[in-house]
């Protein structure tokens, strides 16, 4: 995922700093009264998603184990459920496991040194 620049944040949560989420891993917050969980890779790209996984509904998506795969040809980061392994790209939600589930996710954008999640997808 690329994460831009934009002139205002309309319609987006203010998260954090970039500085705040390790690499390599996820964190649980809280926006708009839901859990969502917020991943930064290894390569530092942001992404966020549900905290709930589709397959069974348990809060454990930020514990998730973020990798990549390749998908028609171009690598996509994604997050296996730490409970069944259950594999969803990060950038759509799909399921790469379980084709047919998907797991809601939010664009991530840096604006003024923080990060902001869409509301809504
Ligand atoms: S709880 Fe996530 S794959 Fe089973």
Avoid: N
Wanted: hydrophobic letters at 35%; aromatic letters at 6%.
């Amino acid at each position: 995922m690329t994460t831009q620049l934009i002139d205002a944040p309309t319609g987006l949560a203010e998260l954090c700093s970039p500085d705040d989420l390790e690499a390599g891993w996820g964190e649980a917050a809280w926006m708009a009264g839901q859990q969502i969980a917020v991943y930064r890779t290894e390569s530092s790209d942001f992404y966020a998603s549900s905290h709930h996984c589709p397959s069974t509904g348990a809060k454990v998506m930020a514990r998730g184990i973020l990798g990549d795969a390749t998908v028609e040809g171009q690598r996509v980061a994604t997050v296996a459920c730490p409970l069944h392994k259950e594999i969803y790209r990060l950038d759509t939600g799909d399921c790469l496991s379980a084709p047919g589930t998907s797991l809601p996710v939010f664009g991530v954008h840096e604006h003024g040194g923080r990060l902001w999640i869409e509301e809504s997808k």
